[in-house]
């Protein structure tokens, strides 16, 4: 029995109108999802239809398949405009619910700022990175021999007296100075080198209003061919230049085992000389620790405390406050 052209065209015109009334009505992006499975789905009525089209008059079929992907487009048509229709009156719905009054006062949030002591750090760091040099960090827990005898600190020479040093139960140390860490990047780097090295170091002081317990150094170390005393007067005096202005600036002889010439260097500030740090041409001894040349390198280095150019400069005179969060005193930078 072969089937009408025709009865299968009024049922496809069928399906059409009937899934178009339903969008209309459809009222939730639910309702449209069930209604695209009901209508365009594999087990919807098109394939349905289609599967009756074996027993059409060949010449019918290009016809009737034609007009199927016509109704199932239309179909497509209509839902995706009820979606978006759906999708705008969600929204807007939305937006008029989550009204927003702009007149109420807002959270007030306080807001937090650099630590002092961070921040001359930042700048004695950019500094320095102005210069070419870059930021290397070592470990705050040190060996005797980082901290001591690659410094050319021999065993009970009495530099050693010159930092208290906070031992721990296993025979390590608190570093007492960032000089471990010219060690440690000079070990494990070939020179050129140009490092700036920022941390925190440990001394058994009594603390009182220049002294606590833990504090923390700034150390600059450059290390090539044919660097001379007179390169680490300029490199000074460019940075106290930057950092204090154009103060005037001297030098008096000191001692560092790990330097030699060492020197102290003050600057005048306020009418006053004050020491800011302990430099000097690297010694030998130290440069042989690590496997460089003597003959070959030279190299200078500094160490600056940063408690105390923080209070020379934001003229502090108990660097214990830098240590007790309080914010009266904080939030003054
Ligand atoms: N390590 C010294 C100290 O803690 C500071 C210092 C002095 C570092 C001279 C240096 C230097 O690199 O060359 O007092």
């Not at 016509?70 to 937006?95: F, G, H, N, S, Y």
């Not at 140390?173 to 440990?202: D, K, W």
């Not at 923080?310 to 904080?330: E, G, M, N």
């Amino acid at each position: 029995m072969t089937v009408q052209p025709t009865e299968l065209e009024a049922q496809l015109q069928a399906i059409r109108l009937e899934a178009q009334q339903a969008l209309t009505k459809a009222d939730s992006l639910d309702q449209l999802e069930q209604l695209r499975v009901k209508y365009l789905g594999k087990k919807g009525p098109i394939p349905q239809v289609l599967g009756g089209m074996g027993k059409l008059d060949p010449g019918d079929r290009p016809r009737i398949g034609a007009m199927a992907n016509d109704v199932k487009e239309a179909i497509q048509t209509d839902l995706e405009r009820r979606r978006t229709a759906l999708q705008a009156a969600q929204l807007q719905a939305q937006l008029e619910t989550e009204t927003l009054d702009v007149t109420m006062p807002g959270v007030y949030r306080s807001q937090g700022r650099v630590h002092p002591l961070n921040s001359i750090m930042d700048r004695v760091i950019d500094i320095f990175v102005g210069l070419g040099y870059t930021v290397a960090e070592g470990p705050e827990m040190e060996t005797d021999y980082y901290n001591f005898e690659a410094l050319n600190f021999l065993a009970d020479h009495p530099a050693r007296d010159m930092q208290d040093t906070l031992y721990l139960p296993d025979g390590n140390i608190l570093r007492t100075h960032t000089s471990s860490v010219q060690i440690r990047y000079m070990e494990a780097n070939e020179p050129p080198v140009r490092i700036v090295m920022p941390g925190r170091c440990y001394r058994r002081d009594t603390v009182d209003a220049t002294h606590t317990a833990v504090f923390h150094q700034l150390e600059f170390l450059a290390i090539d061919e044919g660097l001379t005393f007179t390169d680490l007067k300029g490199t000074i005096r460019m940075f106290i230049e930057q950092l204090f202005g154009d103060v005037p600036v001297r030098m008096r002889p000191s001692y560092f085992p790990f330097t030699e010439p060492s020197a102290e260097v003050d600057c005048q500030w306020r009418g006053r000389w004050l020491e800011v740090m302990g430099c000097g041409m690297v010694d030998p001894n130290v440069l042989k620790a690590v496997g460089y040349d003597p003959e070959v390198y030279t190299g200078f280095a500094a160490g600056m405390g940063v408690e105390r150019l923080a209070a020379i400069l934001y003229q502090i005179d108990d660097i214990r406050r830098f240590y007790t969060s309080d914010l009266r005193f904080l939030e003054q930078f």
